[in-house]
């Protein structure tokens, strides 16, 4: 990788042996996976204790694999949502941004014009709306 000055290297114990770990994640991080690998190494060899040291890190792999692509698709779903909602604001925006201004009948209506586009480019407010419609 280009970044080989931030790699940081972090002495786990993981499933009872001390391993190093090179890579450019933060202590925390390290310290967080190292957690909840040991955590789910338990879990495992308290349903399957027969099961043999590797066959439990394979199964923990599995499941770790699993989660990964639930989480994957998580994140897909996700940003379809934001690519729709973006679409949709932009949409609103270019909306917005088409409304046809009437040629006012003098420098008074010119004024007025203005003061009702400016106003209803920027309220919601029902009560003004009711009193543009006459």
Do not use: C, W
Request: glycine share 4%; proline share 3%.
């Amino acid at each position: 990788m280009a970044y080989q000055n931030d790699k940081r290297q972090y002495q786990a114990n993981l499933a009872g042996k001390n391993y190093t770990i090179s890579g450019h994640a933060s202590l925390p991080h390290f310290k967080a996976t190292e957690t909840l690998l040991n955590k789910q190494m338990t879990q495992i060899k308290t349903v399957a204790p027969k099961l043999a040291p590797l066959d439990q890190a394979i199964l923990l792999t599995f499941n770790a694999l699993s989660d990964q692509l639930y989480k994957q698709a998580e994140v897909d779903a996700l940003q379809q949502q934001v690519a729709a909602l973006t679409a949709e604001n932009t949409q609103l925006r270019q909306a917005g941004k088409a409304v046809i201004k009437r040629e006012p009948r003098n420098a008074i209506g010119s004024i007025i014009d203005d003061a009702k586009h400016d106003s209803q480019v920027r309220t919601t407010d029902k009560l003004f709306k009711q009193g543009t419609n006459t």
